[in-house]
């Protein structure tokens, strides 16, 4: 199991960059950064789960770009 800490200055110039009139809570740029996370290990199922699908053992670009379409389509609503 990973033990890195989120490398939260970074995420918040980043976060403040893109919208600089926006005032973060103290733990916010921890929220994004779980968030960030659980899209990732939804997009990395996704993409395997398409890899199965078409008989693969390795995820290719293809399955990546096309769970991408699905895991955002999910996320929007």
Not at 20 to 32: G, K, T
Request: proline share 4%; hydrophobic share 45%; net charge positive.
């Amino acid at each position: 199991m990973m033990k890195r800490t989120a490398p939260r200055s970074t995420l918040r110039k980043i976060i403040k960059k893109h919208k600089p009139q926006l005032r973060l809570a103290a733990n916010a740029d921890l929220l994004v950064h779980l968030n960030f996370l659980l899209f990732l290990h939804r997009l990395a199922e996704e993409a395997r789960t398409n890899a199965f699908e078409s008989k693969s053992k390795i995820i290719k670009p293809e399955h990546a770009i096309a769970a991408a379409k699905v895991v955002l389509k999910k996320s929007r609503g």
